[in-house]
């Protein structure tokens, strides 16, 4: 199956220049699945974009988010090649179904949050528009937010006060063995730290 991409228009330096996207085949767009920033990248080349911007473009996202996004726009690439839909084709009844997937597979709302950060960025890149959130993705987000909410960081935490207490009571560094020193430094600095 191919996808045709409407014909775009942009100035520079006073002058309106045409430029027609190419058709981009089902093919094409999921051999760019293999690695999530190449098919946002590729999404951007295929508007006409020239390549030094489009460059500069990929710099707003960290590397992190790359890594994040990649995954998760492999994962939106598989679920659109099952039911033959267009994976630029910005059908958030689609998205809402993908996601879905996702917290039925037990993934919490952060993940399923990121997930619909990357496909919607695709989408923005392949189109050039901002999109905003529906009401049903709106709703469903909050849904899965009350549902599976994301944990916290840190599932147990300790009261800082024993320790200092236990500190308190030593006596004098001079009087410390080098090994209670030692004892002594590596937890002040974890507390100062918050680790």
Known sequence: ????????T???AGTVAQHTRP??????LRQTA???????????????IPTDI???????????THAQYATYIKQWHAFTSERDINPTDSNELNLVTF???????GLGYSTVNTSKSAVKNLWECHSGMTTSDS??????????ANVKPSTPRYREIWDPDIVLEFIRQLPD?????????????????ALVSGQ
Do not use: P, Y
């Open 1 to 8: 199956m191919v996808w045709t991409s409407a014909t775009s």
């Open 10 to 12: 942009n100035t520079s």
């Open 23 to 28: 058709a981009v085949t089902t093919v094409q």
């Open 34 to 48: 293999s690695a999530g920033s190449l098919s946002l990248r590729t999404a951007l080349e295929n508007r006409g």
């Open 54 to 64: 489009v460059t500069i473009c990929m710099q707003s996202w960290t590397e992190g």
């Open 99 to 105: 996601l879905n997937s996702l917290v039925l597979r």
């Open 135 to 144: 009401l049903l993705l709106s709703r469903f987000m909050k849904g899965v």
């Open 173 to 189: 560094n001079t009087d410390l063995s080098l090994k209670m020193l030692t004892h002594k430094l590596a937890m002040l600095t």
